[in-house]
C-alpha cells in the first residue's frame, strides 16, 4: 500500500490564489469542469474546502463574494443547460434544490379551493 503524505494542504491566502480563484468563476469549463462549484474551486487553488469557507467568513477579503458568484454561476448555468436539454434532469433537479427551486405539485378545487372529498356507503339489497 502507498503511504499517505502527512504534508497538509497550504492554508495563506496569496493575491495569486485570488486571482486563480476569480479565474474559476469565469472559466471553470477550462478546468475541466461542467458546472461550476466550491468543490472545483477548491481544486483549481489548490486548498481544502474548511479553509476556503474559512476565508470567506472573515473580513477584509474577496472570498464571500467568489463563493457567492460561484453559486450564481451554477444556478445559471444549470438552469439553462436544463431548459436546453443539455444536462441530465435528475441531477439538473438536484443542484437546482440547493438554489430554492422545488418539483412540487398542488392539487386544488373550485376557484383554488380545497378539494373536499365525499365517502358514500351504500347498501345494496339484491332480491334473490
Known amino acids: 500500500l502507498a503511504q499517505r503524505s ?6 495563506n491566502m496569496t493575491e495569486e490564489v485570488v486571482e486563480k480563484a476569480k479565474d474559476y468563476v469565469d472559466n ?3 478546468y475541466g469542469h461542467a458546472v ?4 472545483g474551486l477548491c481544486k483549481a487553488i489548490d486548498r481544502a474546502r474548511s479553509t476556503v469557507y474559512d ?7 474577496e472570498f464571500s463574494d467568489i463563493l ?9 448555468v ?3 443547460q436544463a ?4 444536462y441530465n434532469a435528475s441531477i439538473a433537479k438536484l443542484l437546482l434544490g440547493k438554489h430554492g427551486y422545488t418539483d412540487k405539485q398542488e392539487v386544488g378545487g373550485m376557484d383554488g379551493k380545497a378539494i373536499e372529498l365525499v365517502s358514500k356507503i351504500e347498501r345494496v339489497i339484491i332480491d334473490g
Open 6 to 11: 502527512n504534508m497538509a494542504r497550504p492554508t
Open 28 to 30: 471553470y469549463h477550462k
Open 36 to 39: 461550476p462549484s466550491v468543490v
Open 55 to 61: 476565508w470567506a467568513s472573515q473580513e477584509d477579503n
Open 68 to 76: 457567492e458568484a460561484i453559486n450564481e454561476n451554477q444556478e445559471l
Open 78 to 80: 444549470t438552469f439553462n
Open 83 to 86: 431548459l436546453l436539454g443539455e
